[in-house]
């Protein structure tokens, strides 16, 4: 039975952006917790610490977090006090470098293995289109590898192949119309976790391939992490044929711990993508690598040929949001209070569905956690279509109906925040005992 209150004022709010906004949002991906369950729409008002509240007062703790940028917690006042004195001295001037962004690269450079130098940015999919575009520059091939279920942003040899129909599968799945077909021709589509599937492209290809794309840990279908020997597999093969390994770290950046999943699985890329968790909410990407490839955006005289420009790169606002979250998130141990909490979300979610007798099955890495409905476990996109996505979404519009936040979309993992209670954790537990007995019903 739903607690919340209705939402006529979201309804009128969304009338009044259709009129002026393409069907009231500003980002496609926003539909996935635009309605209730009844489909009326829903907005947030206010956002705090792990807690949201909608237009008509009702309250929810977040483990959707933005999509992954809130790491922290929502309005972390130590990021905006920072922010806004830094951007009280100095906002945007367009021409050389500030002591704040050479100290935001440095603290980046200090904790990420493989990051040699830092670029920034302003979103994950430009410094995505300039990492395989920098492999092409160095290697002068023009293949990409990147696999099915992986996302990678707007930029269209990657704009495929991501939350894929069964029919779709093993040719081309393009999620947006307006691309060229030539801008997708050479870029090839594996199984993740398929290390056999990558060496057999490499023995076609080899010479033509350019770089290998992945994220290191599937997030954006769910919670998928690497199968034992897969990512220093894919550095074996990478490194014997010449081409460059670049990790997608855009969710997993800071996010699994200050050196991202390459630290954890002690493998390095040479290219390392990451956005979300660095700056906990404000707008701030980067590339990062070994120096060899990062000297190529060296402008004239001063290094290589690849183009890397951005009026609003390393913008003062999101360097000293960098810097700050940085240091908050080492302050407050925060990847040891996600391993705690996760763990204990993790272990009663389980205790739960064995309760009920329902089969299901809870798969987890670093700050990140997702519970299934079927035979587990998911190590790769194929193993989604075997699982019951009806229920799966079912369970989730029962948490959201209890005020915990966990988007109905199948199949989206869960993302902690820094500032869940104690009592906000048990409110999750006893909500989710709640929701997985009904949907056993």
Not at 261 to 286: C, F, H, I, W
Not at 343 to 358: C, N, S
Not at 360 to 373: L, M
Request: net charge negative; with cysteine; proline share 4%.
């Amino acid at each position: 039975m739903s607690n919340q209150q209705p939402h006529a004022e979201s309804a009128a709010l969304i009338e009044r952006a259709k009129r002026v906004t393409p069907g009231g949002i500003n980002s496609t991906s926003r539909t996935q917790m635009m309605e209730d369950r009844q489909g009326n729409p829903v907005c947030f008002e206010e956002a705090s610490g792990a807690e949201l509240v909608d237009r008509s007062g009702n309250r929810y703790v977040d483990y959707n977090n933005g999509w992954g940028p809130i790491i922290l917690g929502h309005c972390d006042p130590d990021v905006n006090e920072a922010v806004a004195q830094a951007t009280a001295k100095r906002d945007i001037v367009g021409m050389s470098t500030s002591e704040l962004e050479v100290r935001a690269a440095e603290l980046v450079a200090e904790r990420v293995p493989s990051a040699d130098k830092v670029q920034f940015g302003t979103t994950g999919s430009e410094v995505v289109a300039h990492a395989i575009r920098t492999a092409r520059a160095v290697t002068g091939r023009e293949k990409i590898i990147k696999f099915q279920g992986n996302y990678h942003g707007w930029y269209d040899p990657v704009a495929l192949n991501y939350i894929s129909e069964p029919e779709n599968l093993g040719q081309h799945d393009l999620i947006t119309t307006g691309m060229l077909p030539e801008a997708t021709e050479e870029t090839i589509v594996l199984p993740y976790n398929d290390l056999a599937a990558v060496e057999a492209a490499f023995e076609e290809h080899g010479d033509d391939i350019a770089g290998v794309i992945l994220e290191p840990v599937a997030h954006d279908m769910g919670c998928v992490p690497p199968v034992d020997g897969y990512l220093q597999g894919l550095r074996d093969v990478t490194d014997d044929h010449g081409a460059l390994l670049i990790f997608d770290e855009i969710i997993t950046g800071f996010r699994h711990g200050m050196g991202g999943v390459q630290e954890r699985e002690g493998v390095e890329p040479d290219l390392t993508t990451m956005a979300k968790a660095v700056a906990n909410g404000y707008p701030v990407s980067l590339l990062c690598g070994k120096d060899e490839y990062m000297r190529q955006f060296g402008p004239g005289a001063r290094g290589g040929s690849v183009y890397f420009a951005g009026t609003y790169n390393a913008h003062t606002g999101g360097m000293a949001a960098v810097v700050e979250t940085i240091t908050q998130l080492e302050e407050r141990n925060v990847h040891e209070r996600f391993e705690e909490v996760r763990t204990t979300l993790t272990d009663a979610i389980r205790d739960h569905l064995a309760d009920a007798g329902v089969e299901g099955f809870v798969q987890e890495y670093g700050g990140v956690f997702a519970t299934y409905f079927g035979e587990g476990p998911v190590t790769k996109y194929r193993d989604l279509l075997d699982l019951d996505d009806e229920k799966f979404t079912e369970y989730r519009w029962e948490m959201i109906d209890r005020g915990i936040l966990m988007v109905s979309k199948f199949p989206r993992a869960n993302l902690l925040n820094a500032s869940l209670t104690d009592e906000q954790v048990q409110e999750t537990i006893d909500a989710a005992g709640e929701a997985i007995r009904a949907v056993s019903e």
